[in-house]
Structures are given as C-alpha cells and as structure tokens.
C-alpha cells in the first residue's frame, strides 16, 4: 500500500541501527545469521528497504512473500534455486495468512536454515509478529537478533492524520450503492493502531480534530465488526466536535458536510440493529429515518446536492422498510428529481424501483410493470446488490398481470445472473416467489428442487438453523460454519490430526448408525478442512467415492480431475492439466496416485457409504480386485502416500470381514480392522444434544426458550440415552418451519411426533396436490406391519400402486431428494428404502386406515382387470404358451431377488440390534442390562431367518453376558451392613451388621460357618495379618475375639 | 593481546551450534559439569542393576547444554564396570530431531545395537530385518549397495538416508509407521531376546540402551494438539517402553510441566518421574551469586575472544573485551544461566561500530531492549502472574509452563540441595522494578 500523500520519514535515531544492521550483515557472511528487522510501518520498512540497497551498498536477494505462502523455509528454498545469494531480506511475513501455521513449520525445520542457508537472512516483522514468535517459536526467535526501526512523534500524527483523511475522502468519493467497509486493508488497520499505541505510550496528546476523525475510523471499525454499541459511542463523539465547529463560521460548510458523512454512518448502525432485534425493530427503523433526514439536511445546508443525491437511496430503503409508501412516494419522486441532475443510472434505478413497490403495493400492476421494467432496462454491474430486486418487482408484476411464463423467465435469468452473496435475503424471495411459480404450474420437481436451493441458501447465510432428513453436502468453504454447529466438528479434528495426519494410520473404518451423519461428516466436514491442507510437507488431495457400479472408472474420474486450484495451491504441481487424460484402468488409477505422490501430495481416498459396494459387486472376483487395490495401498510400497478411510453403516460391518481375510491370506495383517483402525460415530449424548440445538439455532438468530431445548431434548432422548441426530435436525426443521419457539407453542403443536408428522405432510403436499394420494401411498407401502422398513424396487411399487409411473417417478425423486428414502443402488433395479425406522410409525398413524381402505379398492379394481384380461389370455395364451412360460421363469426369477432383498433386510435388522447392544455395552454400567437384553432380541430375531446364524448377534450375546454381574452368594442381614473383609488368603468373608451379627462365610460356596452375636450394631470386622483371627466391634462396648477355623 | 573482532562475533552468534567434533570449535566448550550434583547417575545406574533381569525404562532430563552427555557417559562408564553391556548412542546422529516418528527412534535403537553386537563378535540373522531391507530398497527406487561386511542388515544407510532427506524420511515412514508393532516384536523376540543369551554366554549381566540427545526433540505442536514430544514419549509411551532390554531414555524437559506428566510416568517412566539436571546456577535462592557458575559462564564469553588461551590468561585480558570484569558479571547475571540469552545480549552489543571494549552504558541499553522485547508479549493478566512467580518463585501447571517457561519469560533454578524454584527472566525483571 504505498501512499504518495506519506512524507518520506526522516531517518533520525533509524540511521545508527540501519549502519548496524548493514555492519552485521557484512560481518556475518557466508554464515546463517538470523536477523530480526522490526517496524511496524510499511512506508518506513519500504524506504529502509531502499536506503540499505542505494546508501549503504548492502547486495543483498529480496524475497516477497505471497499472502497465500505455507512455508518460509521451502519458499526461500525455491525462490533461490542455484543461487548463491550474500544476504536475503525477506518482506511480507505481515500479510501472509496462515501465519501461525508457517512459523511452525519454519520452527520444525529450523535446523535446516543454518545447514543450507550460509548467509545473513533478514525477516522484516512487526511488533505483532514479534509477539507470536515470542509465544509460538520461542526457539527460533532466540537465534536472532532483531533491530528495532520507529517514527518519531510527529511522523506518527501525520501518518494517522493522512489516513483519517483518506477514510472520508473515500466515503464521499464512493458510489453509495457499491459497498463501503473495506477502506483500509488490515495491515493498514494494523499501523494505526500501533501508531496510536506508540502515542499513547509516549503520551501524546492528539489535537481535537484528529482525535475526532480518529474517533470516526474507530466507529467504522467496530461497526464493521458488529459491535455497534461501541460504534454508535465512537461516531457520537466525532459529532460534538463537528458540531461545535458548525459555530466558526468559515469552517462551517467543512464542519456540515462531516457532519452529514457522520449521521449517515450512524443511520447504517441504526439500520443494522433493527435487522438484528426483531423485537424492537420498528423503534431502530424510526431512529434510522430520522438520522438520514438530518443527514441529509446537513448536506442541503452544506450545499452539496451531489453529496445528497449519494446519500438519499438509503433513506428510501429505511421507508420501504416501514412501509410508509406515502412517505417514500415523495422521497421517490424528490430522489428521482436529484438523480436527474446529480446522480449516476444505478441511483436511477433505485428510484423506479422504490416506485415500482409503492405501485406494487397499491395494486396497480401496469405501473409496477413499467417501473420495474425501467429499472431492469438500467445497465449494472453483475455485482449490484439491487439487481435481484428489480428482477422480483417485476416478476411480481408480471404474474399479476397474468403473463406467467415472463415471469418465470424473468425470475430464472435472476437466479442465474444473481449470487446469492450479494443480498441473500432478496435472493431467498427471489427462490420462494420462483418455487411458488413452478408449483403453480405443476412443475413440482423443479419447485422442490427450488425450495430445496433457498434451503441451502438459507444455511449458508445463517438464516436457518436445522437440515431436516437430508445430509449436508456441497463443499462449499461457507458451509464449514454450520457443520462446526453440528456437534461433529470434534470427530473432524480427530480424524483429521489423529488419523490423517499421524503416518501411523492408513487405513480408517469409519461407521455407525444410518441417519447419524456420516455423509455429512465427510461431505461437509472432512473433505473441506483436507482439502489443500499441508501436513509436513504434503498437501493433502481428498478423493471420495460414492458410486460403485464401476469404481475403476469413477475413480479415475475423480482422479483425473484438476484438484480445484485454491488460495495458496495454485503453484500445486499437476503434470496433468486441464482433464485432457481419461483414467479407466487400474494401471492408471495407480500411476496417477505415484504421479500425485512424486508432487507432494498425501492422496486421502474416501470411499463414503461403502455398504453399496457390496450391493453392487456382487461377483467375488470384482471384490477381489477391489481389496487388491486397497492392499496396494496400504501397504505403501507401490503406491505410496495414500490413505484410505472406509465410511459404512454399522449393521454392514461384517461385509469388511471378507477384506480382513483377503488381507490375511496375502500376509499382509491377520487384524486389519482392529480396533484402534476403527472410528465409531455415533448418535449424541443428551448434553451434546443440547448443545448442538443451542449452537445451532443462536447461529440463525433463531432463538428458543431454554425450557424449550430442555423439553425438546427429553422428547428426542431415547431410553437407550441417546439422541439420533437425524430425528433432531427433523423435528428442529419442524419447529423453525412453524416458528415454534416458545415452550408453550410446542407444548400446544407438539409433542415431537406431530411434529414429524407434518414435516412428512410437508413433503408430501410438495408432490403436489394431485399426486398426495399417490405419495402417501408410496411412503405407506415403504413400511410393513412389523415396523420395519422393507426395501422395495420401483416395479414394486408400481404393481402394488394404482399404475400411474409418471406420478412414482416423481413421487420418488422429491423423496429421494428430500431425504425421506434412500436409494439404494442394486441389481436388476434399484431399492427404495425409508430412511429411518422411527418414520414408519408416523406414516403407518397418519391416514393408515383411509390408505389401505383405498388400496385395498384399488386392487379389487385391478382384479376386475385382471379378471377381463385373462379371459382375453385364455384364448391368447394357447397362442403363446410357449412364450409365456418363458415369462414364468422370469417372473420368478424377480420374486425371487425381491424375497432376497427381504431377507436382507432382516439380516440388517438382526445386525442392528446386535450393533446397538455392543455399542451401548461399552458405554456406561447402567446400560449392561439394556445391553443383554438387546442382544438376546437379535438372537431371537436371527433365528426366524431360515438357513442362517447370524455371527454378530452370537458375539453381542456373549460380550453382553459378560458384563452382567455375576453374584455368587447372597448373605442376607436384618439390618444395615456396616463392615466386610476378606481373610488374607481370601478363603473368607466376614460381615458386620446392624442386626447385632457379624458372620463369617466360606467364599466359595457362600456358606455360613460362623456367628458372632452383639448386643448392638457391629461397626467393623477386621481379619488377623495371618488369617487365624476375627475381631469385630460393637457399639455394645466390647471387642470380641474368635478363631476362624473353628469359629 | 588483541581480539579479532569478526571472529568473536562470528562465534556469539546465537543460531550457530556448537560442533564438538570440530576441533576449532571445541576451543569454546566450557564443561560445567563440576557446578552439578552426580547423585542422579547413581540413581539410575542402581535401578539397572537391582532389576536385572527384568528390563527397565527411564527417563532422564535437563536444560539443553547443560551436560546429560558428560553424565550418561559416566553412567556407561559405570555400568559397564558391572558387566553391562551398554550401547550408548547419540540419537541426534541417526534422526532429524525436528522430525521424529517412533519407528524412526526404534530403527535407530535396531541399528546400533546390532552394530554394537557385532563389534564384540555377536553376529545375528534376521529374516525380518533382511526383509525390511529389500522392502525399502523397493520403496525407495534407489539402488542401494549392501556390502556383506554390513554391519546392521542395511539400515544404517536406509537412516543415514532418511536423516538426510525429508522425502526419505516420509516415504519410509509412511511404509514403517503403520506396522510399528511388527516392528517392536522383531526387534524383541530377533535381535534383544538372542542379544541377551549370547551376551549371558559371555558372562555378561545384561543389555543396556541409553539413546541421548532425544531431549532435543523439537517442542513443536503437532496438528493433533499435542506437541511432538507429548506425542512420542506419551502417547506412544508404551511402545517406547516395551523394548526386552534396560533402556534410558533423555527427554525434554518441557513434558516435566506437561499436564501429560502423570500420564508420562505412568505409560513410559513405570510409574516413577523422570530424572532432572539442572541448568547452570548463577545464584542462589536468597540472592547471592552462586560464585562457581558465574565463574564458568565468564570462562565462556571469554572462550569466545581468546579460544587459544588458557582459563587464568583469558582473565588478564577481560579488559579487552569490556570496560570492566562488572560490566562481564553483569552480564553473566543477567542472563539467568541460559547460555542463548547470554550469547544474545553479548551479540546485540557487538554489532556496534567500535564495538570493543564493551561499554557498561550500551550493556544496559541492550539488556533494556530485550526486556523490552519480550514485555510486548505479555498481558496484563500475565503481568499478574508473573508478579506472583517473583513473589511465590513457583510455578504449577502446564499453561504457566506454556505461557512463561517456555516464553522465556521466567527461568528456572536448582541449587546444589536439589532445590528448585522459579524466578523472572532478569531482563524482565528489571523492567518489573521500573514499572
């Protein structure tokens, strides 16, 4: 950032340090010298920079670093080359961005520095970066020695009175619409800052004027940070000081227009509060009208119309705000007078849009029309937060006006052209405006998908705390905030720092529950913070994989692909550009994964839901080539620099077994998933719960009454004690849908089964009014009477449904895509499955009766067909009976698959049960007895299914019994038992009790062979060292003495 | 006689190690071993002996420089005269200590011993050592040449290898890390277990493995949360300490403030705390200057002007280097006892033009600036505890360790009773006093 405006500094106490710092330079050559160069200005360090070379001679290589840079070391390194430099300086340390993480890494190889680097290194810091050094790299730091430039007093009241100036020379230079907070770049903000400090230090005392320009920088600062409080404080005291210079008459004009500039930023502050407390919001929206009128006034007095015609817009928007169409009218029209002679197009454009509301408002749709179209006929840039606006004005208008395709039109250019970040607010009107339009017109998968867009919008700007049945995906870096608010962030870390980056671990079997986020987990959570990550000194390339009907070929895919280019890896090495090579063979995969070892790179692949592996390589030789490749892999011989981690269901655990054995045979590991390769992920505590439902709705703003989290979080709480966060993020979805936030509300709309209830009604109206009946049924037919969620393919369905495929096709992918069903990818068609079996209630409740009684008309109905048509096949059939018995194989053939894939999921259910049993079993005592319980069910479960042993449940079974507490004898008091001891040699146990006995029992068979009788309670029993004695006290005053052989 | 100035500068600068092998730089190695009890060694070299021969694991510890080798060795010397067999070895030389994995630590372990076996005619087959060796080779893509004279299955020149290049070092790593435990069992049931009842047969008590320098593992934090050391001695403790033979293990001190220090004792030091020698005193508890120390530290400024000359001549000739012995003690006072911040300060006033004498006035405006320096650092709620650590001379809990030992902010001392206590950084503490 260099100023022109900037007097050059003097040199004054810097000329000594500078001589010394070029003598130590020289003096140390040909020798690794670390040399700390300390100045907190940039226009200082750049005319030292300058003097060193022109006025002392000193040669010396300079080195700038990138924002984006990761390591000192290896940059200096690169930089070089060949080179033989006498010195280098290094510049930019200030501004590199992942700071902490390159002092670090510089502090783990430091030994490196005096081994390759035999020359003077100079590091230009500051006194913030000292600091760090000080804390983070105590050693490093104590190997230099650092030379301390300042500037003096007067210097440091220029430098801060420039940069005061500079804020309100860009304020009244900026075109109001573009957005204003980013005058200074940090390290600016930074030197002032430290300037300030230095004065405050030296004890300076600053003239009113700067001091209330400062004040006005300190304002914007804070209000830029969100405390507006402070702000509000700041601007304040910047106004009095103006004001009372609106007395000296020739500074007046000066002392108006500053005033204006001021007000206007205490209206934006104003402004800000009433979008944040919804309670109070109408007081801060009157506050903020009034402070732009007088913000306007001052600049009508000041005569600066121009500086008016900036500033009036937002005036307007406040108006809008509080509906005061009357009011904004005359604004509108005042505004509209100014911009005509004044303003620029984008302020025009404002205006017809502010007209276009108050016509939108008033009904008169041709008018809203004509303005709104005034506007959008206005050339913007791309960026212009407004644009979506007009965009939606017009839409609005056009629907009115009957002209629904326009409209629609109109609103998919908007969606398109427009980024949310702009103004996600309009953005999110934008999507529920086209979502209704769609809907409208029956196009109920482009509305979902619509409805499904705003959600995620909704997320990322903070504006929605739950997800509801689906899974986060898309690893968009903005997403990271709302996964760290989803109670996971933890296992990340841990997977992250303990797994990935420990060379130790290789492989990694991540699983759990269904419903319990491990999607989310790698989606959102994982493949975002690996994603160009440095560990040492490799970068990390996340690959994952979830379609598995030909891994090689996706796989290679993936691989193929350019690894995004991010912030600081552009220089990322990829001899593959551009995906001008296609991978489709095992030989490729493996040379791209050597090729991505030889540039540095730690290849993570992820093979995310991998239960559908088994689903669909149902050939074991297909398997066997797979578990070839992962071997390779671990073994870390061919294929270096890969890990892997395996992401599947609990109850499929078992599947992995099969690559245990592989392993084994190839003696490779006989344990490959022991233990501590595995990652269990499980549902939340009820504290953690709490936790997340607290973290996540005050991110939204979305606040509920505490009670409420409490009650919500006992609803939600199982008696295994566990919370699944698939039902939290459902019913929360529930509860900010319906705006519930209070404990009385819930109580009135709850309890937490209606409210799933009416978030599966939500689904199922957005099928569509003439398809619910067919969604209903859908979902209905995706239970059974057991409870349990049978799988059923798309054919199925279809017979057991009143035909209608379109409506099922439809019916399906909103579900899908809602994430109430799964699909789950099979041969010859895909399975259709509920989510979650605490669905199946819900659906099997709401309208059963009415469904089957339908259904049940619907097959009669289908019968009378039948009927008709087999009389037509009698006499077709002797034509093609030949054919049909062809048919006959086929048919039975499916059913065949169909009761497979029934038994699986029994199979699934046993598996569940016993998975539950052992996870529960190594949590907390009070669960052992749930435990048993749980494994016995999945024993008995698992012998209903013909021609199989499940081997889990016999494992849960055994492991639980252990746990349960396995009492030998019980000896029985009348009273309180005070005392118990064992003999030295364990042989007997000795009691003391309230019923005025102590007796001694034989440990082994639990006999009782002697009775000592008190008159009181006996308080102690205690054996002799060598077991021949008992003694017992009592509180009857005496002690009593026996032999234990003979009692 | 004259100091040659470019010299005496070139060797106060405080990024410069000490290379004892050189024998120019010998010249400034000032052993302060004498100012230090010996009582430790015992201690562990009775531990060794009563065990035996059930193996043992034990931690020793330290300032860096303040002279474990010097000791260790004795220990060696010492066990050995009991019929020990004791390989000794200086972990530095086969591992880059910014960058230590565990198997790297029981490569090195592997290699010495077989090399120290073989030395005394005790010749070993492996199959799985031989194994490991054609696997690196095809690991590495590199032809390595194994002479049959090859004293340690290859591995010296795999690590010789992987010291050297951190792509080495990775590559094998990434290969070796996940199968620690093959490894830790090779070593015990193929190289130990046969060791031991050879080393019987020649009347031998036992083996002993004393790995120094791991002290200086780099205290960096690992992405894990942890540093490096907290990592390899605790959380890999009890690989570390499952070895079939006597070990000793340096380690730094920092895990001595750790709140993994329980967990250390228990999982590596079989339940007992690692053994300390302490720094070089310069005063003692009530003040005073401990006279022995500060007459060591002036012997090692002084090394560094006149490397040639013997202790009594340097002294003839402080007045060469400074304005007065004073300004020299003052110095020597200042700075703690670390030699670092000794050398610092030394080197900040000898950047000067006209540097020498060394004037009392620009030894003050130096000290000044390092407190100075370091202050900037410092919160206000650390003022309040460092305030307490200068009243109270303690210190307790890892955080305070993190914060002002490790900071540099306070030191800590020892006295020849084995007492410990904690003090302000001078520099610091003289600011404190302004203030």
């Given amino acids: 950032m260099s100023d022109g405006q900037i007097p050059q500094p003097r040199a004054n106490g810097n000329e000594e340090l500078l001589s010394d710092l070029a003598r130590t330079v020289e003096m140390s050559e040909g020798e690794f010298t670390l040399l700390l160069a300390r100045c907190n200005y940039s226009h200082l360090r750049e005319c030292l920079v300058k003097q060193l070379r022109e006025q002392y001679q000193l040669k010396f290589r300079e080195i700038r670093l990138e924002p984006s840079v990761k390591t000192l070391y290896t940059t200096i390194q690169e930089a070089l080359g060949e080179e033989k430099p006498l010195a280098v300086m290094v510049l930019g340390l200030e501004s590199v961005e992942a700071i902490e993480q390159v002092l670090t890494s510089t502090n783990q190889v430091r030994e490196e520095f005096p081994k390759n680097f035999p020359f003077p290194l100079v590091l230009w810091i500051n006194d913030s970066l000292l600091s760090l050094l000080i804390r983070l790299v105590p050693d490093f730091r104590s190997w230099g020695m650092s030379f301390n430039f300042t500037l003096a007093t007067d210097e440091l009241i220029d430098f801060l009175r ?297 997320l990322k700007f903070r504006l929605r705390a739950f997800i509801g049945a689906g899974q986060l995906h898309a690893l968009q870096k903005e997403l990271a905030p709302v996964f760290a608010a989803s109670g996971r962030q933890q296992d990340v870390n841990y997977l992250v720092n303990e797994r990935i980056a420990l060379p130790k671990y290789k492989l990694t079997v991540l699983y759990g529950p269904s419903g319990v986020g491990k999607s989310s987990l790698v989606n959102a959570g994982l493949v975002p913070v690996l994603q160009g990550k440095a560990m040492g000194d490799r970068n990390v390339l996340p690959i994952t994989l979830r379609v598995y009907t030909n891994w090689v070929k996706e796989l290679g895919k993936k691989l193929a692909e350019v690894p995004e280019t991010r912030e600081g890896t552009e220089n990322l090495p990829n001899p593959f550009k551009k995906d001008s090579i296609t991978i489709d063979s095992l030989d490729g995969i493996k040379a791209q994964l050597r090729a991505n070892a030889d540039n540095h790179l730690l290849t993570v692949l992820i093979f995310d839901q991998f239960e559908e592996f088994f689903f669909v390589c149902t050939k074991l030789e297909e398997r066997r080539e797979f578990y070839g490749f992962l071997l390779e892999c671990l073994k870390g011989i061919e294929i270096q620099f890969v890990k892997v981690i395996l992401s599947l269901r609990e109850d499929y655990l078992h599947n992995l077994l099969e690559f245990e054995q592989f392993a084994a045979v190839q003696e490779f590991d006989s344990d490959l998933l022991k233990k501590d390769r595995r990652y269990y992920l499980g549902n939340f505590s009820p504290d953690a719960a709490q936790k997340v439902i607290l973290e996540l709705t005050q991110r939204a703003q979305f606040g509920l009454e505490s009670d409420l989290i409490d009650a919500l979080v006992k609803d939600l709480t199982t008696e295994l004690k566990q919370v699944p966060p698939i039902e939290l993020q459902v019913v929360g979805a529930q509860l900010q849908t319906e705006n519930i936030s209070a404990l009385k509300e819930y109580r009135k709309k709850g309890p937490k089964e209606k409210l799933v209830e009416r978030y599966l009604e939500e ?146 259910f046993v598996r569940q049960l016993a998975a539950t049993s052992e996870s529960i079993g190594s949590q907390e005592p009070s669960l052992y007895e749930t435990s048993a319980l749980l494994a016995l069910e999945s024993m008995k479960q698992s012998q209903k299914i013909k021609n199989w042993v499940s081997l889990e449940a016999d494992r849960a079974l055994r492991n639980s019994l252990i746990l349960l507490p396995n009492s030998i004898a019980r000896i029985s008091h009348q009273g309180y038992v005070y005392a118990v001891a064992f003999s030295p040699d364990g042989k007997y146990l000795a009691t003391g009790s309230g019923d005025n006995t102590a007796r001694l029992i034989e440990v082994t068979t639990g006999k009782e062979i002697a009775r000592i009788s008190h008159q009181k309670d006996v308080y102690a029993v205690a054996f002799s060292p060598d077991g021949k004695y008992l003694a017992t006290r009592s509180e009857d005053n005496t002690a009593r003495l026996i032999e234990v052989t003979t009692g | 006689m004259k100091v040659d100035l470019r010299r005496f500068f070139r060797a106060c600068n405080p990024s410069k190690v000490l290379r004892i092998e050189k024998a120019e730089e010998r010249k400034y190695y000032i052993d302060f ?226 709140n993994e220090r329980e967990a250390l004792k228990q999982r590596l030091g079989g339940g007992t705390s690692p053994m300390v020698l302490p720094m070089v005193p310069v005063r003692l508890k009530d003040g005073s200057d401990c006279l022995e120390g500060l007459a060591l530290l002036r012997q090692m400024v002084l090394a560094r002007a006149f490397p040639e000359l013997s202790p009594q001549e340097r002294l003839n000739l402080i007045e060469e280097v400074f304005d007065s012995t004073e300004t020299l003690d003052r110095l020597c006072r200042v700075s703690g006892g670390h030699v670092r911040n000794l050398l610092s300060l030394l080197y900040t006033c000898l950047r000067k033009r006209k540097a020498l004498p060394i004037m009392r006035e620009r030894l003050e405006i130096a000290i000044r600036e390092s407190g100075n320096e370091l202050s900037l650092a410092i919160t206000v709620d650390e003022w309040e505890l460092l305030r307490r650590v200068a009243q109270s001379k303690k210190l307790t809990g890892e955080d305070e360790y993190q914060t002002l030992l490790r900071s540099m902010f306070v030191f800590e001392y020892r006295n020849e009773r084995g007492e410990l206590w904690f003090d302000l950084n001078p520099v610091l503490a003289e600011i404190e006093e302004e203030s």
Wanted: overall charge negative.
């Fill in chain 1, 162 to 458: 420039q940069k005061a100036e500079k804020v309100f020379a860009a304020v009244e230079a900026v075109d109001e619409l573009v957005r204003t907070d980013a005058i200074f770049s940090p390290q600016e903000r930074a030197e002032i800052s430290s300037a300030l400090k230095q004065l405050q230090n030296q004890g300076v005392e600053l003239d009113p004027e700067l001091e209330a320009n400062l004040e006005f920088c300190l304002g914007r600062n804070d209000c830029a940070s969100g405390q507006i409080d402070s702000a509000l404080a700041h601007y304040q005291k910047s106004l009095d000081f103006w004001q009372q210079q609106e007395e000296d008459e020739p500074r007046k004009k000066h002392s108006l227009e500053r005033q204006g500039i001021i007000l206007f930023h205490v209206g934006k502050c104003y402004c800000y509060q009433a979008q944040h407390n919804q309670q109070e919001n109408k007081d801060y929206w009157q506050k903020a009208e009034e402070t732009f009128r007088e913000c306007l006034e001052k600049f009508e007095q000041a005569g600066r119309e121009d500086l008016a015609a900036k500033f009036i817009g937002k005036l307007g928007e406040v108006l809008r705000q509080q509906e005061a169409w009357l009011e904004l009218e005359k604004l509108a029209q005042k505004s509209l007078k100014l911009h005509q002679e004044n303003g620029s197009p984008n302020r025009l454009a404002q205006d017809y849009i502010f007209l276009a509301e108050i016509a939108l408002h008033r009904e008169q749709w041709r008018n809203a029309r004509q303005w709104a179209k005034k506007a959008t006929s206005i050339p913007t840039e791309p960026q212009h937060p407004q644009r979506g606006l007009y965009c939606l004005l017009l839409a609005q208008a056009l629907r009115k006006l009957g002209s629904t395709q326009e409209a629609i039109d109109c609103m998919e250019k908007a969606t398109e052209e427009n980024q949310p970040e702009f103004n996600p607010r309009v953005y999110i009107r934008l999507l529920s405006e086209l979502r209704s339009l769609y809907y409208e017109q029956k196009k109920y998968l482009e509305a979902f998908e619509v409805k499904q867009k705003q959600r995620e919008i909704e």
């Fill in chain 1, 763 to 908: 689904v199922i109206l957005d099928c569509g009014s003439e398809n619910q009946r067919a969604a209903r049924s859908v979902l209905y037919l995706l239970t059974d009477e057991n409870n349990t969620r049978p799988l059923k393919t798309k054919t199925e369905l279809g017979k057991e449904l009143a035909a209608e495929a379109d409506q099922l096709d439809l019916v399906l992918e909103i579900f899908v895509k809602s994430g109430l069903v799964f699909r789950l990818s099979a041969l010859p068609e895909d399975n259709y499955q509920l989510v979650h079996d605490y669905l199946v209630k819900f659906i099997r409740q709401q309208k059963g009766s009415e469904i089957i009684a339908e259904l049940q008309q619907e097959k009669q109905q289908r019968i009378l067909i039948q009927e008709k048509l087999n009389r037509f096949l009698i006499v077709a059939g002797l034509v093609l009976a030949g054919l049909a018995s062809l048919a006959v194989v086929f048919a039975l053939e499916s059913r065949k698959q169909a009761k497979m894939a029934r038994k699986q999921a029994k199979m699934a």
């Fill in chain 2, 33 to 258: 071993s004498k100012v230090r009890g010996a009582e430790i060694i015992e201690e562990l070299g009775q531990t060794i002996a009563l065990m035996s021969p059930d193996p043992t694991c034990q931690l020793f510890t330290g300032h860096i420089g303040c002279g474990k080798s010097t000791e260790l060795l004795r220990l060696k010397a010492e066990l050995e005269k009991q019929k020990f067999h004791v390989v000794y070895f200086e972990s530095s030389q086969d591992l880059d200590m910014g960058d230590v994995d565990l198997s790297d630590i029981l490569l090195a372990i592997a290699r010495q011993v077989k090399e120290s076996l073989e030395a005394i005619n005790i010749s070993l087959e492996s199959e799985y050592f031989t194994n490991l060796f054609k696997e690196f080779v095809q690991l590495l893509k590199t032809p390595i040449a194994i002479d049959s004279g090859e004293l340690s299955w290859g591995i010296g020149k795999i690590t010789l290898k992987a010291k050297e290049s951190p792509q080495v070092r990775n590559q094998l790593r990434q290969y070796l890390e996940p199968r620690t435990e093959n490894l830790l069992k090779a070593i015990n049931e193929e190289l130990l277990e046969p060791a031991k009842l050879k080393l019987e047969e020649q009347g031998k008590q036992g083996l002993v493995v004393i790995v120094d320098n791991l002290d200086r593992v780099d205290n960096r934090l690992m992405s894990l949360g942890k540093t490096l050391p907290e990592y390899l001695f605790v959380q890999r403790g009890d690989q570390l300490d499952s070895l079939n033979c006597h070990v000793v293990y340096t380690i730094p001190l920092v895990l001595m403030f750790s």
